[in-house]
């Protein structure tokens, strides 16, 4: 069992460009979230999805852009990289099965770096 | 709304050290209640959680109480090891959705 799979783990971009963070679960988690970490801000959620054609913004959405066609994927793109988009991204899912349920399984990270 | 306030680090304490970590919280109704932990270079892991009210979460020699009279999650450990050298995080649901309040995240070193 993979859990939650993200590529990159390191990715050097220029100023302007464009990529995209995959993230694959393999768990049937009907819920997905990207977060970023930043030195002093802890967690900070971008956006999130509820299922399959189902997206919505977090806290710091601006310059980033989601779609979830399936369950298992949720990918994060970046439109147009800038230096404050530097960071380190996590992907999380969970499902839901009453209170207290909502235990997120994090991926490994994804350490961007945008010059 | 709700949030979560965890006490700044680092902390730094000696291998066998008595271990506490603060946690307050602000929230209406009655929250879940979690500690996450993030070793060095990984992802975030679930620690332990609590549900309700006197509950008592715990897994691998940590402990934390869910204090609604002091809207309090502290997370204890009799006696600290080189390898719990990580970040702790305090988080909160309510229970009406998927979405965790999270606190800032405390750094632990602990030195042999």
């Known amino acids: 069992n993979a859990g939650v799979t993200q590529t990159p783990k390191f990715q050097v971009l220029k100023t302007g460009q464009s990529m995209t963070l995959q993230c694959a679960q393999d768990m049937n988690h009907e819920y997905m979230s990207w977060y970023r970490q930043d030195p002093g801000m802890g967690l900070r959620l971008i956006h999130y999805?509820?299922?399959?054609?189902?997206?919505d913004q977090g806290e710091v959405p601006n310059g980033y852009n989601v779609s979830r066609s399936t369950t298992e994927d949720f990918p994060l793109r970046l439109l147009s990289a800038a230096p404050s988009q530097t960071s380190v991204y996590f992907c999380?899912?969970?499902?839901?099965?009453?209170?207290?349920?909502?235990?997120?399984?994090f991926g490994a990270g994804s350490r961007l770096t945008v010059l | 709304g709700n949030s979560v306030t965890q006490m700044e680090g680092p902390v730094t304490l000696s291998e066998e050290a008595f271990l506490t970590i603060n946690c307050t919280y602000t929230?209406?109704?009655?929250?879940?209640l979690f500690w996450y932990v993030q070793y060095p270079g990984e992802g975030l892991q679930l620690l332990l959680k609590a549900t309700k009210a006197d509950d008592k979460g715990s897994n691998k020699g940590f402990e934390a109480t869910y204090r609604k009279e002091t809207t309090s999650f502290h997370l204890e450990k009799g006696s600290v090891q080189v390898s719990d050298s990580a970040v702790y995080f305090c988080?909160?649901?309510?229970?009406?959705?998927?979405?965790?309040?999270w606190g800032a995240g405390t750094k632990l070193i602990i030195k042999p």
């Open positions: 999380a899912s969970s499902t839901w099965s009453g209170f207290g349920a909502n235990v997120l399984t």
């Open positions: 999805s509820v299922g399959a054609g189902i997206t």
């Open positions: 929230a209406t109704g009655y929250p879940s």
């Open positions: 988080a909160l649901s309510d229970n009406s959705n998927y979405q965790l309040i």
